[in-house]
């Protein structure tokens, strides 16, 4: 474990050295024109240029480390963002920005913002499909939340927001923020994001029936029998890893986070996929799940614009 006080969370410049290192593992590269070669890539120094500014020799442009990055522009200092990545980071069930604007001494406006940030360099850039190799995946949905609009009913889950989520065991876990139940929301969602060699577990919802079939296996439980874990020989048919994964989930939205805002759903997800993804018991600590969000900057931006100043907190 990092500790709190160590030089990347309290000095500025030994936070950029170690946000290079993270989104520059082979050395600087041009995020203008994407140069790689480090021969046409200078290290600006002396008293007219701060530290951590390259020019590119290909298209003459200057950068630095968060060019091109969701920390681009931003006025706080690099340590106090590396620091807020370590505490989303290290905290199972998340942090609250509340708490971050009283730890970092911001506002907490900025400190929604950041952490806003922070999780969209959380979400997997390209992922490849899951269970590649003959793995279990199991799938399930669950609702949380109020749809915008909607009025709250006495029974069901008409007014809510459907997450489906993707749980390969042993593995990565992928959650979606999806209109609906149906096959139409559903079935789109499994086929691009589960390879056909995979064996799908699910519950007894008519929605997998025939999606089922276009994989390695697909085996039920049903929860409507109060079934909830079945052994055939050496195999154990259940979904309660995607249920351990939803528990982890709604503890947090509900007893850290309160409330969320439909339109930032998906961001939130992203969040607890990440720790999930990159858990101790998969070899990373919080250091090395903190490392790898950090990775995830390039190539994505959030402007605050006044549909932030106007979302509900």
Known sequence: MTELTAPIFTDAEEARKHLEAQVWPNGPVCPHCGNVDQARITSLKGKSHRPGLYQCSECTKQF???VGTVFERSKVPLNKWLLATYLLNSSKKGFSAHQLHRTLGVT???AWFMFHRIREAMRPADPAPMGGGGGIVEVDETFIGRVEGVPKQRAGWAHKNVVLTLVERGGSARSFHVESTNIGQIVPVIKANIARESALMTDEAHQYRQIGKEFAGHDTVIHGRDEYVRYEGD???????VEGF???FKR?????YQHCGER????????????????IKLGHDD???????LAGIKGKRLMYRRDYEEASF
């Open 246 to 248: 939803y528990s982890i």
């Open 235 to 241: 195999r154990v048919i259940t979904t309660n890893t």
């Open 64 to 66: 630095t480390v968060t």
């Open 108 to 110: 907490y406006k900025t």
């Open 252 to 256: 947090g939205m509900k007893g850290v």
């Open 264 to 279: 930032h759903l998906h961001r939130y997800l992203a969040e607890f996929d990440h720790r999930y993804s990159y858990r």
């Open 287 to 293: 250091q090395a799940r903190t490392d790898k969000a």
